[in-house]
Structures are given as C-alpha cells and as structure tokens.
C-alpha cells in the first residue's frame, strides 16, 4: 500500500513538474512574443518620430526659407523704390537747375497753359522770386492779353517753399503747380517707365 502511495505522490510530481515545465516554457515562449511585439511597436513608433521629426525639419526649413525670401523680397522692392524716388529727386533738381532761358520757357508755357481770368497771384519760391526778371512777367500778361484774359497776374513778394514752378491763387483757391507736386502727380504714371530703364 505505501508502495502504491509513493507511485501515485511520484506520478503527480512528475506531472506536475512537467506541467510547471510547459507552464514555464509556455510563459517564456508569451514573454518572448510580448518583448518581440514591444520591439517591433517600439521601431514603428521611433520609424514614425523620426518620420515627424525629418517632417517638421522639412516644414521649418520651408518656413524659414519663406520668410528669407519674403524679407528678400521686400528688401529688394525697398531697394527698387529708393531708386526711383532717386531718379525722381534728380529729375526735380535737373528741372530747377535749367539754364534761365529753358527754366523761363518752361514757366511761361505752364501759366499761359493755365491761367483762367489773368487776374491770379502767383507765389513762386525764393530763389525764382530772385531769378526771374519783371520783363518776363510783363511779357506774360501781354500774352495772356492777346489770349483774351485780362493780363494783370500779379506776382506776390511772399514766397512758398518750392523748388520750382509756382503757386497759382484765384478768389483764395491755391493750384499747386510747383515742379514737386506735377512730378507727385505724375509719379504713378512714369513709374513703369522709369522702372523698365533702371532695372531692364
């Protein structure tokens, strides 16, 4: 009977240790499986940041090259604006620095152009007040006769800051026509111009 104990007590320790064997075996085989599934989530989701990463490098440099270009651009139409404000500042000055007959051509065409009742005051700049002579103002008002006005322009003592050209008032109506303002006006006019030959 004890014989028969033992066998039964060893048989169960036998399947038992077996069964703790493929118990084990089986748990190590899962927690190779879980460790290998852990890798491989573990190389998809580096693979998927380094992916985001080389992205949002990509996006930033596509953005800091965005804005290097923009400020490019805007330099560079600064740039372009400065010169034409330039050819227009010099154009200004060649207009004033005319020798007097070409300067006094110019006036002349101007007032006779745009007198209306030839009993405006004209104000000019300092500088022509000195320049041009009383015979030229005659000689307007004689033409401006001959247009059928009235021919009594009178030119003011008080002076404008201009460059050149001058102020025309009538009934207290100031025209602006002072070498600064027509080249203002005209500015959006020859701009394209004056662009083609500077920046061909």
Same mark, same amino acid.
């Given at each position: 009977?004890? +014989?028969?104990?033992? !066998? %039964? @007590?060893?048989?169960?320790?036998?399947? /038992?240790?077996?069964?703790?064997?493929?118990? #084990? *075996? =089986?748990?190590?085989?899962?927690?190779?499986?879980?460790?290998?599934?852990?890798?491989?989530?573990?190389?998809?989701?580096?693979?998927?940041?380094?992916?985001?990463?080389?992205?949002?490098?990509? +996006?930033?440099?596509? !953005? %800091? @090259?965005?804005?290097?270009?923009?400020? /490019?651009?805007?330099?560079?139409?600064?740039? #372009? *604006? =400065?010169?034409?404000?330039?050819?227009?500042?010099?154009?200004?000055?060649?207009?004033?620095?005319?020798?007097?007959?070409?300067?006094?051509?110019?006036?002349?065409?101007?007032?006779?152009?745009?007198?209306?009742?030839?009993?405006?005051?004209?104000?000019?700049?300092?500088?022509?007040?000195?320049?041009?002579?009383?015979?030229?103002?005659?000689?307007?008002?004689?033409?401006?006769?001959?247009?059928?006005?009235?021919?009594?322009?009178?030119?003011?003592?008080?002076?404008?800051?201009?460059?050149?050209?001058?102020?025309?008032?009538?009934?207290?109506?100031?025209?602006?026509?002072?070498?600064?303002?027509?080249?203002?006006?005209?500015?959006?006019?020859?701009?394209?111009?004056?662009?083609?030959?500077?920046?061909?």
């Amino acid at each position: 009977m004890k +014989e028969g104990a033992e !066998r %039964i @007590v060893s048989r169960i320790l036998d399947d /038992a240790g077996f069964k703790a064997e493929s118990i #084990k *075996q =089986e748990a190590a085989e899962k927690a190779e499986a879980v460790k290998a599934e852990a890798r491989q989530k573990a190389a998809r989701r580096q693979e998927h940041i380094l992916e985001q990463a080389r992205k949002d490098a990509e +996006e930033q440099k596509r !953005r %800091i @090259v965005g804005v290097a270009q923009l400020e /490019a651009r805007k330099e560079l139409l600064a740039a #372009k *604006q =400065e010169l034409i404000s330039e050819a227009f500042r010099d154009s200004l000055d060649q207009l004033v620095k005319l020798d007097d007959n070409s300067y006094l051509s110019i006036i002349e065409s101007m007032l006779l152009n745009l007198v209306e009742t030839g009993d405006e005051t004209v104000f000019c700049s300092a500088g022509d007040l000195k320049r041009i002579p009383d015979s030229f103002w005659d000689d307007i008002n004689k033409k401006l006769a001959g247009q059928g006005k009235k021919g009594e322009l009178l030119l003011s003592k008080e002076t404008r800051d201009i460059k050149g050209g001058f102020i025309l008032q009538a009934e207290g109506v100031e025209m602006n026509c002072s070498f600064e303002s027509l080249l203002a006006m005209k500015r959006d006019e020859l701009e394209p111009e004056i662009a083609a030959v500077l920046f061909k």
